[in-house]
């Protein structure tokens, strides 16, 4: 059964509230993780290291109350590493599947862009189908599964570029900034006190939901209207990416697609029956960005995919 909107708005507090216990700001990459998981989408958080990204994606799973892993990507990694194998058991003489950390609720891919391309694509059944393939064999994934990434910007050293493919298969890519000077004295302040690693826990975070709760809470999107004018709206943007002489590459139809489910969970979030071109605004440089690719002319006069989507949202007619 799914929940009312007033509902989903309590729930979405309570969680808010939770990671708040831990993280210092931060609210918009919040809103975006609790856009995402309304909506099942993933999340790729990319930001300098040092800046609570992995700390972040702990402390929300903490507070869904959902069976997470972690994969701490690194260069040596193999598929098998996160998929998991079959195993000759020799007492039954038998393969036994023997299940990767990939089998969970919530993933977290901590600095994803470490690892070569070939384990990298280890994760795009997942996240596109929610299942595993394993010689030959289909396992399924739970039906709420969601993967949380980090990478570090892409000037760091030692990092191999996410394929295209897996880009598009993230619903957000989100820039973590560091703090401003009030909140990094609030962090000091907090931290310094304990001695080694914090976990969530540690610091009050407790889990406010569970796996009934969070699929109710996708369902309370069933009460949430995108008129033809908004998906209209939502079309004709992703469609002007592909026409712009600054982009080699434009968004793909999954990507108005994710826009559009965003959209909804983002009204649905602050109480509205109806998506407004607003919603879609919000969301449009966070969909959109990690899915462009500049032309090498744009890139030579120092243009970025922000300003080019910040543009194409003022020029494309919005419904009144």
Known sequence: MSMSLEELQMLADSIRNE?????VGQEDLVEHL?????????????????????FLAQTFATSLGLDYGRIQFTPDLLPGDI????LFNFQTSQFTLTRGP??????????????PPKTQAALLEAMQERRVTLDGETHSLPDQFMVVATQNPIENQGVYPL???QLDRFLFKLLVPYPDEAQETKIVSSYAKHQGPVRPSELGVEAVADQTKLVSAGQALSHVTVSDDITQYVVRLVRATRDHSDLAVGASPRAAVMLAN??????????????????????????LRHRLMLSPAAEI??????TLVTELVENTEAPR
Not at 105 to 113: H, S, V, Y
């Open 83 to 86: 998929l998991g194998s079959n």
């Open 102 to 115: 990939i089998f969970c609720e919530l993933l977290l891919a901590d600095e994803i862009n470490r690892t």
């Open 262 to 287: 965003a959209a909804r969970a983002r009204a649905a979030l602050q109480g509205r029956a109806y998506a407004i071109p607003d919603d879609v605004k919000a969301l449009a440089i966070s969909v």
């Open 163 to 165: 394929p295209e493919a």
């Open 34 to 54: 609790l856009i995402a998981m309304v909506s099942q989408g993933h999340v790729l958080l990319e930001g300098p290291p040092g800046t609570a990204k992995t």
């Open 19 to 23: 990671v708040a216990k831990a993280i």
């Open 301 to 306: 006069d120092g243009r970025d995919a922000e």
